[in-house]
Protein backbone atom coordinates (compact mmCIF):
# COMPACT_ATOMS: atom_id res chain seq x y z
CA UNK A 1 0.00 0.00 0.00
CA UNK A 2 0.87 3.66 -0.19
CA UNK A 3 3.47 4.71 2.32
CA UNK A 4 3.62 8.43 4.38
CA UNK A 5 3.62 11.14 1.51
CA UNK A 6 5.61 14.65 1.74
CA UNK A 7 5.38 17.68 -0.31
CA UNK A 8 6.45 19.51 -1.62
CA UNK A 9 9.92 17.12 -1.91
CA UNK A 10 11.98 20.68 -2.01
CA UNK A 11 10.97 24.37 -0.84
CA UNK A 12 13.24 27.27 -1.24
CA UNK A 13 12.39 30.48 0.25
CA UNK A 14 13.75 33.83 1.53
CA UNK A 15 14.88 34.52 4.83
CA UNK A 16 11.16 36.00 6.73
CA UNK A 17 8.92 34.45 4.42
CA UNK A 18 5.98 31.87 5.20
CA UNK A 19 5.79 28.33 4.71
CA UNK A 20 3.56 25.30 5.05
CA UNK A 21 5.14 21.85 4.54
CA UNK A 22 2.62 19.08 4.27
CA UNK A 23 2.34 15.47 5.21
CA UNK A 24 -0.32 12.19 4.13
CA UNK A 25 0.31 9.86 6.53
CA UNK A 26 -0.58 5.91 5.61
CA UNK A 27 -4.22 5.20 5.86
CA UNK A 28 -5.79 4.28 8.84
CA UNK A 29 -2.64 5.25 11.00
CA UNK A 30 -3.93 7.32 13.93
CA UNK A 31 -0.59 8.20 15.51
CA UNK A 32 1.35 11.48 13.07
CA UNK A 33 4.93 12.76 14.01
CA UNK A 34 7.00 15.99 12.75
CA UNK A 35 10.52 15.69 13.30
CA UNK A 36 13.17 17.82 11.85
CA UNK A 37 16.85 16.77 10.61
CA UNK A 38 19.65 19.39 10.50
CA UNK A 39 23.45 19.15 10.10
CA UNK A 40 23.74 20.97 13.58
CA UNK A 41 21.19 19.28 15.55
CA UNK A 42 20.89 15.61 13.90
CA UNK A 43 17.30 14.25 14.07
CA UNK A 44 14.97 16.02 16.69
CA UNK A 45 11.39 15.78 17.56
CA UNK A 46 8.91 18.19 16.73
CA UNK A 47 5.26 17.75 17.49
CA UNK A 48 2.79 14.60 17.79
CA UNK A 49 -0.66 14.08 17.18
CA UNK A 50 -2.46 10.92 18.43
CA UNK A 51 -6.45 11.08 16.95
CA UNK A 52 -8.43 13.76 18.68
CA UNK A 53 -6.60 14.46 21.08
CA UNK A 54 -4.35 18.00 22.15
CA UNK A 55 -0.98 17.79 20.23
CA UNK A 56 2.11 17.02 21.80
CA UNK A 57 4.20 20.31 20.79
CA UNK A 58 7.15 19.85 23.22
CA UNK A 59 9.52 19.60 20.59
CA UNK A 60 8.65 22.76 18.88
CA UNK A 61 11.40 24.68 18.88
CA UNK A 62 9.70 28.68 18.58
CA UNK A 63 6.41 29.65 18.60
CA UNK A 64 7.15 30.72 14.95
CA UNK A 65 6.28 26.67 14.37
CA UNK A 66 3.02 25.20 14.44
CA UNK A 67 1.43 22.52 12.50
CA UNK A 68 -2.20 20.99 12.53
CA UNK A 69 -3.69 17.71 11.55
CA UNK A 70 -7.75 17.76 9.85
CA UNK A 71 -10.18 15.12 9.78
CA UNK A 72 -7.63 13.02 11.60
CA UNK A 73 -5.58 12.65 8.26
CA UNK A 74 -3.40 15.01 6.54
CA UNK A 75 -1.09 17.13 8.88
CA UNK A 76 0.61 20.71 7.61
CA UNK A 77 3.75 22.11 9.48
CA UNK A 78 4.06 25.64 9.15
CA UNK A 79 7.17 27.59 9.62
CA UNK A 80 6.44 31.67 9.89
CA UNK A 81 9.24 34.54 9.49
CA UNK A 82 11.34 32.17 8.46
CA UNK A 83 15.22 32.40 9.69
CA UNK A 84 18.26 30.44 7.93
CA UNK A 85 18.31 27.95 10.90
CA UNK A 86 15.32 26.85 9.88
CA UNK A 87 16.88 24.89 6.72
CA UNK A 88 16.57 21.12 7.01
CA UNK A 89 15.26 17.98 6.12
CA UNK A 90 11.62 18.15 7.53
CA UNK A 91 10.34 14.55 7.79
CA UNK A 92 6.93 13.28 8.85
CA UNK A 93 5.91 9.73 10.41
CA UNK A 94 2.85 7.99 11.14
CA UNK A 95 2.16 4.83 13.13
CA UNK A 96 -1.22 2.49 13.99
CA UNK A 97 -1.64 4.54 17.40
CA UNK A 98 0.59 5.91 19.53
CA UNK A 99 2.72 3.90 22.20
CA UNK A 100 4.45 0.05 20.82
CA UNK A 101 4.04 1.05 17.69
CA UNK A 102 6.42 1.60 14.64
CA UNK A 103 6.48 4.78 12.81
CA UNK A 104 6.96 4.65 9.04
CA UNK A 105 8.54 7.77 7.71
CA UNK A 106 8.05 10.09 5.05
CA UNK A 107 10.95 11.25 2.41
CA UNK A 108 11.15 14.70 3.56
CA UNK A 109 10.88 17.99 2.70
CA UNK A 110 14.17 19.98 2.27
CA UNK A 111 13.80 23.10 3.16
CA UNK A 112 16.58 26.13 2.09
CA UNK A 113 16.29 29.45 3.34
CA UNK A 114 18.17 31.98 1.68
CA UNK B 1 15.54 12.25 29.61
CA UNK B 2 16.37 10.16 27.38
CA UNK B 3 19.05 10.03 25.21
CA UNK B 4 21.37 7.50 22.67
CA UNK B 5 24.61 7.65 21.91
CA UNK B 6 26.18 6.17 18.85
CA UNK B 7 30.11 6.39 19.27
CA UNK B 8 31.30 5.90 15.81
CA UNK B 9 30.76 8.44 13.68
CA UNK B 10 32.15 6.12 10.42
CA UNK B 11 32.95 2.80 10.30
CA UNK B 12 34.54 1.09 7.48
CA UNK B 13 34.47 -2.54 6.50
CA UNK B 14 35.19 -4.96 3.50
CA UNK B 15 32.35 -6.29 1.57
CA UNK B 16 31.96 -10.15 3.19
CA UNK B 17 32.86 -9.17 6.65
CA UNK B 18 30.79 -8.98 9.80
CA UNK B 19 29.71 -5.34 11.20
CA UNK B 20 28.58 -4.63 14.97
CA UNK B 21 27.26 -0.64 15.31
CA UNK B 22 27.31 0.44 19.18
CA UNK B 23 24.46 1.98 20.75
CA UNK B 24 23.74 3.21 23.82
CA UNK B 25 20.67 4.98 25.46
CA UNK B 26 19.14 6.41 28.48
CA UNK B 27 16.00 6.02 29.86
CA UNK B 28 14.10 6.18 33.04
CA UNK B 29 11.87 3.06 32.03
CA UNK B 30 11.93 -0.07 29.60
CA UNK B 31 12.59 1.57 26.44
CA UNK B 32 11.47 0.74 22.76
CA UNK B 33 14.51 0.68 20.54
CA UNK B 34 14.65 1.04 17.06
CA UNK B 35 17.81 0.88 14.23
CA UNK B 36 16.63 2.59 11.12
CA UNK B 37 18.64 3.22 8.12
CA UNK B 38 18.57 5.68 5.73
CA UNK B 39 20.79 6.40 2.31
CA UNK B 40 20.93 9.62 0.24
CA UNK B 41 18.15 11.72 -0.31
CA UNK B 42 15.83 8.83 1.20
CA UNK B 43 14.08 8.58 4.23
CA UNK B 44 14.48 6.37 6.99
CA UNK B 45 13.45 3.04 6.77
CA UNK B 46 12.83 0.90 9.98
CA UNK B 47 15.36 -2.38 10.19
CA UNK B 48 14.20 -4.05 13.23
CA UNK B 49 12.93 -2.88 16.60
CA UNK B 50 12.31 -4.11 19.92
CA UNK B 51 9.59 -3.85 22.78
CA UNK B 52 9.58 -6.15 24.54
CA UNK B 53 10.26 -10.36 25.08
CA UNK B 54 13.18 -11.80 23.27
CA UNK B 55 16.08 -10.18 23.57
CA UNK B 56 17.83 -10.65 20.26
CA UNK B 57 15.91 -9.48 17.50
CA UNK B 58 15.80 -10.10 13.79
CA UNK B 59 15.26 -7.51 11.03
CA UNK B 60 15.21 -7.01 7.56
CA UNK B 61 18.45 -7.39 5.09
CA UNK B 62 20.07 -9.95 7.33
CA UNK B 63 20.63 -7.64 10.49
CA UNK B 64 19.82 -8.45 14.05
CA UNK B 65 20.23 -6.51 17.43
CA UNK B 66 20.67 -7.65 20.60
CA UNK B 67 19.03 -5.34 23.63
CA UNK B 68 21.20 -5.92 26.75
CA UNK B 69 19.40 -3.79 29.91
CA UNK B 70 22.71 -4.29 31.83
CA UNK B 71 24.99 -2.87 29.53
CA UNK B 72 21.59 -0.22 28.33
CA UNK B 73 23.05 -1.11 24.91
CA UNK B 74 21.26 -2.02 21.80
CA UNK B 75 24.26 -3.29 19.16
CA UNK B 76 23.07 -3.64 15.28
CA UNK B 77 25.02 -7.01 13.85
CA UNK B 78 25.01 -8.15 10.67
CA UNK B 79 27.14 -11.46 9.29
CA UNK B 80 28.19 -10.73 6.02
CA UNK B 81 28.32 -6.93 4.58
CA UNK B 82 26.92 -6.27 1.26
CA UNK B 83 28.28 -3.35 -0.94
CA UNK B 84 24.66 -2.15 -1.04
CA UNK B 85 24.17 -1.60 2.94
CA UNK B 86 26.37 1.31 2.85
CA UNK B 87 24.10 3.90 4.01
CA UNK B 88 23.62 5.49 7.45
CA UNK B 89 22.77 3.97 10.38
CA UNK B 90 20.49 5.89 13.02
CA UNK B 91 19.06 4.01 16.55
CA UNK B 92 16.35 5.34 18.38
CA UNK B 93 14.82 5.08 22.01
CA UNK B 94 10.99 6.00 22.58
CA UNK B 95 8.88 4.91 25.12
CA UNK B 96 5.20 5.32 25.84
CA UNK B 97 5.26 9.00 27.49
CA UNK B 98 1.59 10.35 27.81
CA UNK B 99 0.34 7.70 25.33
CA UNK B 100 2.84 8.98 22.51
CA UNK B 101 6.36 7.07 21.26
CA UNK B 102 8.11 10.28 20.77
CA UNK B 103 12.13 9.30 18.91
CA UNK B 104 15.15 10.20 20.17
CA UNK B 105 17.88 9.35 18.16
CA UNK B 106 21.53 9.38 17.89
CA UNK B 107 23.67 10.80 15.96
CA UNK B 108 24.11 8.43 13.43
CA UNK B 109 27.13 6.30 11.92
CA UNK B 110 28.00 6.33 8.17
CA UNK B 111 28.93 2.90 7.35
CA UNK B 112 31.31 2.64 4.00
CA UNK B 113 31.94 -0.46 2.49
CA UNK B 114 34.89 -1.35 0.44
CA UNK B 115 34.71 -3.72 -2.37
Known amino acids: GAGVSQSPSNKVTEKGKDVELRCDPI?????LYWYRQSLGQGLEFLIY????????KSGLPSDRFSAERTGGSVSTLTIQRTQQEDSAVYLC????????????FGPGTRLTVT | AQSVTQPDIHITVSEGASLELRCNYS??????LFWYVQSPGQGLQLLLK??????LVQGIKGFEAEFKRSQSSFNLRKPSVHWSDAAEYFC?????????????FGTGTQLKVEL
Open chain 1, 93 to 104: ASSISGGAFEQY
Open chain 1, 27 to 31: SGHTA
Open chain 1, 49 to 56: FQGNSAPD
Open chain 2, 27 to 32: YGATPY
Open chain 2, 50 to 55: YFSGDT
Open chain 2, 92 to 104: AVGGNTGGGNKLT
